[in-house]
């Protein structure tokens, strides 16, 4: 079948965000919307044609179609063999797995990750290339202007491939190897964690709930946590993908998985529960009666990963995103290993990770991951709590404070306020950088601002520079402010406030967080200037 070439136009909102491109389905279901910034990565992402890549998506309305375009226009660019999980299925950190594991030239991964699905809910692409990490800011870059100017695309006329059966199909000269999503992952998985220690753990009474939020981990974890491990089927919730995650929002925190804080916080909770995100790259770990703050899982990996599987060599370096709480500062000074502060999205830590420069890393938005794939890994993160459980024979809850008396605590939450006029998102955060040198040494209620200014990261492994990335404003008592925009919404603009406060009065160690920072959300909001610039007095979400 004959490669034709599709006279199109640019669309001047192509512009990838924190994790590719997020737009809602309608603008994705415009003709050629899709095909046109597909092309542009088959443009710029290096050499495609004769070479293997990977694809599949996290299960939401517009997987499929989305899935058949690639296929066109894969088999129009001279791909030799598309690899594509069965249903048009694959985590994040399985796609980024099979990127490597196959050696392919790059891969497709269809996910708005966190944001609502359904006809009126958003869609994503991302591409990641042949380290299986996220597109570096360079090639963004390139995309972004290519969608500028693109004038044609090239595909092949095609029927839709079957992707319900594991097998291959001759797609206009490519291969299309349909395959099961879940099995190279949760072999991947079996290599990094005392798989025997967990069932025994199970098998010994404890109990545990995992909420898959009818989102992509659903048959992951099934296979994982009930086939391979012997956790009874009702252990897992919401297991089943749905293309809108039945109404849900598939974010794993406080406020969108209330159901799983209700029955930790109820009258006969499980010893453990956790919740993965739409892609299954982010999670959410719960004790009874607890939440375990992100930075402060973070931290806990990093103190005690020698004594797991997939860290017998040792921990060579750390990394957190610059908002996320500086809990794993304190174990790294400990290790006596790097710790390097990243701007917020995965794709920073991916050369440092290449480098070899560090393998545990992670961000306060519930992502965590080490050097065995390239993206954040949500039952990776799970699977090396249970294995800690199982080892340590402690609970939850003890882990945790166990953690806090040896280290402190850094208690840490976000406020994240809707600004519905992008424009004036913007004017306000350049507001905050242009005021930002001028905050040192004001005075509040007895805490004095010691420094202040806008977050530019130098990449010391290719040496590039990612300036504005958030304003950081820092106390002499070690508190934190950290403000930013959102690069994943799909509407406006959404300030995210950070708020960290270093605690180390034992009696103050397990004061709710968010009680902790009040003073500090005060300041912050007084300081962002968000009230006399747009009227907005609360924040839509506090995590
Ligand atoms: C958010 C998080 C960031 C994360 C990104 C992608 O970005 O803050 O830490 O890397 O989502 O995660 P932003 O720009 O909205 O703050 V995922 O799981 O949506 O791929
Ligand atoms: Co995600």
């Not at 089927?233 to 209700?262: K, M, S």
């Not at 977050?455 to 990335?469: C, E, K, L, R, T």
Request: proline letters at 6%.
């Amino acid at each position: 079948m004959k490669t034709r070439s599709v006279i199109t136009r640019p669309y001047l909102d192509q512009k990838p965000g924190t994790a590719g491109l997020r737009k809602q389905v309608r603008v994705f279901q415009q003709p050629g919307y899709l095909e046109n910034f597909l092309q542009c990565i088959f443009d710029n992402g290096g050499k495609f044609a004769g070479e293997t890549l990977i694809a599949g998506g996290d299960g939401r309305y517009h997987n499929l179609e989305a899935l058949q375009a690639l296929i066109r226009v894969a088999a129009g660019n001279g791909v030799r063999r598309l690899v594509v999980g069965r249903n048009g299925l694959l985590s994040t950190p399985a796609a980024s797995h099979l990127i490597r594991q196959r050696a392919a030239a790059g891969g497709f991964l269809l996910t708005a990750s966190h944001n609502p699905g359904g006809p009126d809910g958003d869609f994503g692409v991302k591409f990641n290339t042949a380290t299986g990490g996220q597109a570096p800011e360079s090639l963004t870059r390139a995309i972004y202007k290519a969608t500028q100017s693109i004038d044609r695309y090239l595909e092949v006329d095609l029927a839709p491939v079957d992707l319900d059966l594991t097998g291959e199909t001759d797609a206009a000269g490519m291969i299309v190897e349909v395959i099961d999503p879940v099995l190279d992952y949760a072999d991947l998985m079996v290599t990094l964690f005392d798989f025997d220690r967990i069932r025994a753990l199970f098998a010994g009474g404890f109990t545990a709930r995992f909420d898959a939020m009818h989102a992509v981990t659903g048959p992951y974890a099934r296979e994982i946590l009930c086939h391979r491990l012997g956790a009874p089927p009702d252990w897992l919730l919401n297991g089943t993908p749905l293309p809108d995650f039945g109404g849900g929002h598939p974010d794993p925190n406080p406020v969108d998985a209330g159901n799983l804080v209700a029955l930790m916080n109820g009258a006969v909770p499980p010893d453990f529960a956790a919740a993965s995100d739409g892609d299954g790259d982010r999670n959410m770990i719960l004790g009874p009666g607890l939440v375990v703050s992100p930075g402060d899982s973070l931290a806990i990996l990093a103190a005690n990963a020698q004594r797991i599987r997939g860290f017998r060599g040792g921990v060579s370096g750390v990394a957190r995103s610059m908002p996320t709480s500086r809990a794993i500062d304190e174990v790294a000074r400990k290790l006596g290993v790097p710790c390097f502060e990243t701007p917020t999205g995965w794709r920073y830590f991916c050369n440092l990770l290449d480098d070899g420069r560090i393998n545990l890393c992670g961000e306060e938005s519930f992502g965590t991951s080490s050097d065995h794939v390239r993206e954040k890994d949500g039952l990776w993160a799970v699977l090396f709590w249970l294995n800690l459980i199982a080892i340590r024979g402690l609970s939850v809850n003890e882990i945790v404070q166990d953690h806090w008396r040896e280290f402190g605590r850094n208690a840490f939450n976000r406020e994240d306020f809707f600004i519905p006029d992008a424009e004036l998102g913007g004017r306000l955060m350049a507001n905050l950088e242009a005021s930002a040198p001028g905050l040192c040494g004001r005075m509040f209620d007895g805490l004095e601002i010691t420094e202040a200014d806008v977050f530019a990261y130098h990449d010391p492994v290719d040496g590039s520079i990612s300036a504005q990335q958030g304003v950081r404003v820092f106390f002499d008592d070690g508190s934190r402010i950290v403000y930013r925009l959102s690069g994943t919404g799909t509407s406006g603009a959404t300030l995210r406030i950070y708020l960290e406060r270093r605690v180390t009065e034992p009696g103050s160690l397990c004061r709710p967080a968010v009680e902790l920072n009040a003073p500090l959300s005060a300041i912050a909001r007084e300081l962002s200037g968000i009230r006399e610039l747009t009227g907005i007095e609360q924040p839509v979400a506090i995590v």
